[in-house]
């Protein structure tokens, strides 16, 4: 998406946000038309259980509405609604038992399932080595914040106050890193 | 659905619904924004476009309940 694009969005969600604050309802409405299938069926994957995808969806929009000042328009609409999406979908599974939505940067590298036979083991550890080794190869800064981000796992605010750079250009280098290492690792399965 | 009322009670309501989004609620919300996960994000923005439809009469009624809380919002 260009930057002309990005800006583009970022308008269209200055306008609906100060249209329902203004109290708009079609604003109101149009905003509710735009995002709950996307919400609905993502619950639903997610939860394996339509009904309680309902509850989501409610919840979600209660959010949004109720605390709709709470939006400064730091991130798109659509992502901030995604946060709040996935906050309530985490809720609600580690209420189920402990389960958590997690993002694989979340797995610790030591994490590997139980059952898994000499074989695959022997895969997973190459993969792993080659992922080392093309983290080894990132430029120094990159592999830095990289570091911080995914091996201390601090925010985006913490590694910039420790590096003394700015917030996005800490995302810019770690959106560096991960196209590096998404090109140097075509076969891996990483989510980046 | 969970019904929220009208007048005194939507008030009484809407402090709940307040209530129940607290900061705890918000850090998590911040911190599910900020460690972005891009190929989940790519499944929420195409989630719309999957074969899975709402109950039939879902999506109305929700869209009703939520009108009613925005009226009551911004009517007071």
Known sequence: MSIAQLSGVKEADRIIVDAIRAGDPNAFRDLYQLHFRRIHNFSVRRLGDPAEAEDVCQEVFEAVYSCLERFEGKSDLVVWIYGITRNILNNRLRRRGGVRL?????????????????EPLAQARQALGRVRDAIERLPVEQKKILELRHGKRLNIRKIA?????????????????????AAQLPGERLSL | MRER?????????????KARFGASFWDGVEREVEALD????????GADGSSIEPRAGFEGALAAHLSGLFRTRWSN
Do not use: N
């Not at chain 1, 750079?165 to 995302?171: G, H, I, L, W």
């Not at chain 2, 009322?5 to 619904?17: D, E, K, N, P």
């Open chain 1, 161 to 181: 106050q420790l590096t003394g750079r700015s917030e996005d250009a800490v995302k810019s280098s770690l959106y560096r890193a991960r196209r590096t290492l």
């Open chain 1, 102 to 118: 997690i993002s694989l940067e979340d797995i610790p590298p030591e994490a590997a399932p139980l059952d898994l036979g000499p």
């Open chain 2, 5 to 17: 009322g009208t007048g005194r009670q939507a008030q009484h309501a809407r402090g709940l619904v």
């Open chain 2, 38 to 45: 891009e190929a989940d994000f790519a499944l929420f923005l």
